[in-house]
């Protein structure tokens, strides 16, 4: 609103005709900008929408395919060899589903991984420019959207990774629900397979360390949280009303968080 009532451009460019001339081609570049921060807008909504939406979809698949093996054997008009060919075909969707999944880890690592730790460290400056250096209602709003942002960036990707962790660790329990009991020795010994190879630990890996789950999403606000400690204590010294004895005190604690953030980094996640 701002820049229409000061007869300016939402941001500064150039443009093939001067725009000052006339309304007509002002409000023709105002126009242009408006679309293109929009489509800009919808783009980065999109890119980051497609991770949390594949992960989504795996854990229905998973889901599904749990609900499917839960209801095998308590059909009786259906022959023994039937339930074994119904076996056979949730065994073969569940590698095609450790295949998606795999394929999915593969494209979505190094984007998480890079994402843990840029998240962490915006979120630190993000707060330490919302307390110490906005001055008017407008600096406030600004850095308190920007870290609602920074939090709703991540946070799909998190919560859905530990949703298809918890789908495939529910996967060992429909089997054993299936009515296994009365059927065939090759029904049973397909079962006694297809349990040992649900049982397998599947968690996504953001660059083969950061475990993507609501645990990772909590250790980034952690490492801010420490980081920022960090920096409110790199003041030590400048206090002359302060003994020596304090700022000795003050510096120990300094080391103690720095020890604490390394720590949050490494283990925090598992």
Not at 14 to 21: V, Y
Not at 161 to 169: M, P
Request: aromatic share 16%; proline share 2%; with cysteine.
């Amino acid at each position: 609103m701002g820049a229409i009532v000061d007869q300016r451009l939402m941001a500064p460019a150039w443009f093939p005709f001067d725009w000052k001339s006339s309304s007509t081609l002002y409000w023709s570049a105002l126009l242009y900008q408006f679309i293109g921060l929009n489509m800009l807008i919808m783009q980065n909504l999109v890119n980051d929408t497609v991770g949390p939406m594949s992960l989504c979809l795996l854990s229905g698949h998973v889901h599904l395919l749990a609900m499917r093996v839960a209801r095998i054997g308590y059909n009786k008009r259906k022959s023994q060899k039937y339930h074994e060919d119904e076996l056979k075909l949730c065994i073969e969707d569940h590698q095609k589903l450790l295949k998606a999944f795999t394929l999915l880890e593969s494209s979505m690592s190094w984007l998480q991984f890079i994402l843990f730790f840029t998240s962490g460290l915006n979120t630190c400056l993000g707060v330490v420019n919302f307390l110490f250096y906005s001055r008017i209602l407008y600096d406030y709003i600004y850095y308190g959207c920007f870290l609602l942002a920074l939090g709703v960036e991540v946070f799909p990707c998190y919560f859905y990774g530990s949703v298809l962790l918890e789908e495939f660790k529910h996967l060992p329990y429909a089997i054993f629900s299936s009515n296994w009991v009365e059927q065939s020795r090759n029904y049973r010994q397909n079962t006694t397979i297809f349990l040992e190879m649900a049982l397998k630990s599947v968690t996504m890996l953001a660059g083969g360390i950061v475990e993507t789950n609501l645990d990772s999403f909590f250790a980034i606000y952690k490492a801010a949280y420490s980081l920022f400690t960090v920096i409110l204590t790199m003041k030590i010294g400048y206090n002359k009303r302060k003994s020596q004895k304090y700022h000795e005190d003050e510096l120990k604690l300094c080391i103690e968080d720095h020890q604490k953030l390394l720590k949050y980094l490494k283990y925090s996640y598992i």
